[in-house]
């Protein structure tokens, strides 16, 4: 009865350590993924929120991520015409194709469906955008207001897509109501 007892015990404390991720607020590393404190954007710096894991299905990473806004800014209005950067590192190669359905599906949960048809135009270009992506590719996304949502792969330009309204939409995949993943969203707004 002790044996099974203290086989349930460590089964309890493994499963307790691949399930729930500390959250890392004001962390610069994750996972050995390293993120830098501050970045620069045009015309203002952001300063890290936080980091995290997503999981996939809970178990398997899927990437490692980084929020960052102004200075100053409250997490209540990252959603708002505020400049932002997400960074996002993968730890699994995923096909280009795929990220567009996984867009518009997130997006479709967050927005309503109107605001969804008003900026079908910079979805479909957005998602056009997308490559193949390898462990340890990076893509980032920053909005600047005023200018739009610039999307680069390992530090490169992809391309941008103007727009405050989508760039609240295409963030609350990761920081909105009905977010990819809560944990993740807790963690890399360093809540």
Same mark, same amino acid.
């Given at each position: 009865m002790k044996t099974l007892r203290g086989l349930s015990i460590l089964l309890m404390s493994v499963l307790s350590i691949v399930f729930v991720y500390p959250s890392v607020s004001g962390a610069t590393e994750t996972a050995d993924i390293k993120f830098k404190e501050r970045v620069e954007a045009p015309e203002t710096d952001l300063e890290l929120r936080g980091v995290g894991i997503l999981r996939y299905l809970g178990?398997?990473?899927?990437?490692?991520?980084?929020?960052?806004?102004?200075?100053?800014?409250?997490?209540?209005?990252?959603? %708002?015409?505020?400049?932002?950067?997400?960074?996002?590192?993968?730890?699994?190669?995923? +096909?280009?194709? $795929?990220?567009?359905?996984?867009?518009?599906?997130?997006?479709?949960?967050?927005?309503?469906?109107?605001?969804v048809q008003r900026i079908r135009?910079?979805?479909?270009?957005?998602?056009?955008?997308?490559?193949?992506?390898?462990?340890?590719?990076?893509?980032?996304?920053?909005y600047i207001p005023g200018k739009g949502t610039e999307l680069a792969l390992n530090g490169k330009p992809k391309g941008v897509i103007e %727009?405050?309204?989508?760039?609240?939409?295409?963030?609350?995949?990761?920081?909105?109501? +009905?977010?990819? $993943?809560?944990?993740f969203k807790r963690q890399i707004m360093g809540l």
């Amino acid at each position: 009865m002790k044996t099974l007892r203290g086989l349930s015990i460590l089964l309890m404390s493994v499963l307790s350590i691949v399930f729930v991720y500390p959250s890392v607020s004001g962390a610069t590393e994750t996972a050995d993924i390293k993120f830098k404190e501050r970045v620069e954007a045009p015309e203002t710096d952001l300063e890290l929120r936080g980091v995290g894991i997503l999981r996939y299905l809970g178990l398997f990473k899927a990437y490692a991520g980084a929020f960052y806004l102004e200075e100053g800014v409250s997490i209540d209005e990252a959603l %708002g015409d505020r400049a932002k950067r997400l960074e996002v590192e993968y730890f699994r190669s995923l +096909k280009g194709k $795929d990220f567009g359905p996984a867009t518009v599906k997130m997006i479709e949960k967050n927005v309503d469906k109107e605001t969804v048809q008003r900026i079908r135009t910079q979805i479909d270009y957005h998602n056009s955008l997308y490559e193949d992506v390898n462990p340890g590719d990076r893509y980032a996304l920053t909005y600047i207001p005023g200018k739009g949502t610039e999307l680069a792969l390992n530090g490169k330009p992809k391309g941008v897509i103007e %727009g405050a309204e989508f760039a609240a939409a295409l963030f609350s995949i990761w920081i909105g109501k +009905k977010p990819i $993943d809560e944990s993740f969203k807790r963690q890399i707004m360093g809540l």
